[in-house]
């Protein structure tokens, strides 16, 4: 469970990634409390409150709220039976989406609303195959109240058969789902919405014997139509995008490396470098300072342009928001 649009000329690259520790400053926290172990924060809203997850020892994990002026709310665990909760995300008004993990090993999105009205979310008819655990996740949800995240299902792999693969979703505000798959891909993930009806994150494609052949981002319009998103880094394998806000600003992962699609299984990040790329785009990287090399990641940005995530040092995961 623990397991884990923009052309940019190529000297600005070069500027944004020398000056990326001086492009933010930067607010590190853990989960206050004995035996906390491995606090990941995912995604905020506009007053600043941050969510995630953490441990305590083996036990877990557990979902927390961190609020604007630094006070938590921990833990934070879905009303059901359950052997761990992970928060996503979080809109203005305060509401919470994100993952849990049922005794049978399967995994459910969740909505938990400001009022304490919780509901669990499973995207319809998606039984997997091979007697695998069945896979819905909750990314993040904007004040409209429509919700993204992805979920597996059993899906014809071109050249192999039928297979489980993940696919993005769109919960509308009556309840009812919206694949969302960028055209000819083979895996999905709807990571990020704005309140403009916008859909952003990553598609896959892969090649035989399961290596990713390639990875962009995409962002999906109100009126359905797609475009893939590419930071233009000479040596960048793929490029990763895990939120956008009203602005337009998005944040991610690039990667220099092939990967595996094993690889992006459970909550556990991709090594790759973390980058913030404006509206008008001007593009920086995240490196949170202390952090191993590579070992930044830009889970989500917020309103006011600021990125959150997690970083990993000689002590564990932390979690972090970094402020322009």
Sequence with gaps: MRQTLFILLLVLLTTATASAQKDFSYTTFDVPGPGVAGTKAFRGNARGDVVGRYFIGTNGPHGFLRKADGTFTAPIDVPVTNTGTVCRGINARGDIVGRYFDNSGNTHGFLLETDGTFTTIDVPNTAPLFGVSGTTVAEQLNNMGEIVGFYDAPTILPNFGLVNLTHGFLRHTDGSFEKIDFPGSDITLASGTTDQGKVVGTYFIIGTGFPVTSIRGF?????????????????????????????????????????????????NGVLGTAYFLSSTGSLAQVEVPGAFPLATFALGINPRGNVIGEYIDASGEHGFVATK
């Excluded at 956008?244 to 991610?252: K, Q």
Aim: avoid cysteine; charged fraction near 20%; proline fraction near 4%.
């Design 219 to 267: 962002v999906r319009e109100h009126d359905g139509s797609y475009k893939s998103i590419d930071v233009p880094v000479p040596s960048a394998f793929g490029t990763i995008v895990n939120g956008m806000n009203d602005a337009g600003d998005i944040e991610g992962s690039y990667l220099s490396t092939a990967v595996d699609i094993t690889q992006f299984s459970g909550d």
